[in-house]
């Protein structure tokens, strides 16, 4: 008998624990969001602590505002974009890709060569690469939108996170982007030609 009470008993619990998360999602108004991403640029990092916890009850209703921090001077304060990243990354935001794969180079080193890296130092050096990891195959869009405006400084991270996330979706766009480098690299070779050949 006990055995049937057993999934009603978890059924229960999780209609209980949703209801939960439902209500303190509920409880986080605009006006208390605001509040709390303000409160990561706080010095003290109990009170960053506290806003980020809160943050991360609130779910994607939070998610406008932690990316406005990555937006607007993501370099200006390290605490501040460090913790938009790992709630946004926590959370899974898909929507939030974009604004991730644009912050994709900000690391907690000032180093900007990734050759020699593993993946684990990448993901733990660039926190957004970490953050896309985890929200995963939904990321791969905005990765494939961002190795279409040939930003070479960007373009070994992206390649490598994509790397990293794995699977068809990222694969796909990897062999789009090897076709396109091959498309353009016999169009120069055509010009080199013609400039060769109008040289003699």
């Not at 370099?75 to 990243?85: E, G, K, S, W, Y």
């Not at 994509?162 to 120069?188: H, M, N, Q, W």
């Amino acid at each position: 008998m006990h055995r049937h009470m057993c999934p009603v008993v978890a059924s229960v619990l999780l209609l209980v624990a949703s209801a939960v998360t439902a209500q303190k999602q509920e409880r986080a108004t605009p006006e208390q969001i605001k509040r709390d991403v303000k409160a990561l640029y706080a010095k003290d990092p109990a009170v960053r602590s506290e806003a980020l916890a809160r943050l991360k009850e609130a779910g994607t209703t939070a998610v406008p505002y932690l990316v406005v921090v990555l937006n607007d001077g993501r370099r200006a304060n390290t605490d501040a974009v460090l913790a938009a990243i790992k709630i946004l990354g926590d959370l899974r935001a898909k929507q939030a890709a974009p604004a991730l794969v644009r912050a994709i180079d900000f690391n907690t080193t000032g180093e900007s060569s990734v050759l020699l890296k593993g993946d684990s130092r990448i993901i733990q050096e660039y926190p957004a690469v970490g953050a896309l990891v985890q929200i995963g195959s939904d990321a791969v869009p905005a990765l494939k939108a961002e190795l279409s405006l040939g930003h070479a400084s960007r373009e070994e991270l992206v390649l490598r996170t994509l790397k990293i996330i794995g699977g068809p979706s990222a694969a796909r766009v990897v062999t789009d982007y090897i076709s396109d480098l091959e498309r353009r690299l016999v169009r120069a070779k055509q010009i080199l030609q013609a400039l060769t050949a109008t040289a003699k």
